[in-house]
């Protein structure tokens, strides 16, 4: 195989330099994106890490401000205040009651034949007030039946003067809420 070379001594210098101006080119073009690209990832750290630093700081001097209107002067101090708040949330979780599972429960127990006009949940007095209009005797000692099936009512009561109409009976229902309603 023959080979043959149709540029001049100074043309394959020159094809050279330009071939090495590229490939430095592509050097130095890839050397200042990456720096470029490290300066914004490091300038927006910086900026980060201020922010942070400055709000870190505001949070420590409310707390140092805290601690002087507080008198705290102890380790000891800071315990018992913790200890006090501590008691504080469980009791207010023991307290708390699951409404979607009691009102869940509650619909379950609605026959198609009664419409609820209120219903008053008081976990104060532990009691259960229900208003409302049944079609009839019948819908209205039905849904008594099954207010007493709901686990967490007791005592359902429902007045006489419930039952002396004998259609579109508007009715008032009373019942005590016991200790299940809170699990």
């Not at 205040?81 to 869940?104: D, F, G, H, K, M």
């Not at 259960?128 to 007791?154: E, H, K, M, W, Y």
Request: proline share 3%; net charge negative.
């Amino acid at each position: 195989m023959l080979s043959l070379n149709l540029l001049s001594p100074t043309e394959k210098i020159d094809v050279s330099k330009i071939r090495l101006f590229i490939i430095l080119k592509s050097i130095t073009f890839s050397i200042v994106s990456i720096l470029l690209i490290c300066g914004v990832v490091f300038g927006f750290s910086y900026y980060l890490l201020s922010n942070n630093s400055s709000s870190l700081s505001a949070q420590i001097e409310a707390e140092r401000v805290f601690q002087q209107e507080k008198n705290i002067s102890s380790t000891e101090d800071a315990v018992k205040i913790l200890n006090n708040y501590l008691a504080t949330a469980i009791v207010i979780q023991q307290e708390y009651v699951p409404w979607t599972r009691v009102l869940s429960q509650f619909s379950e127990s609605i026959p198609a034949d009664i419409t609820l006009t209120s219903i008053d949940f008081s976990t104060i007095n532990q009691s259960c007030t229900i208003s409302g209009i049944a079609r009839n005797r019948t819908a209205l000692l039905t849904f008594q039946d099954q207010l007493n099936s709901v686990p967490f009512l007791t005592n359902v009561n429902s007045p006489l003067s419930n039952y002396t109409q004998p259609e579109n009976i508007a009715f008032g229902i009373t019942a005590t809420l016991n200790e299940t309603i809170h699990q």
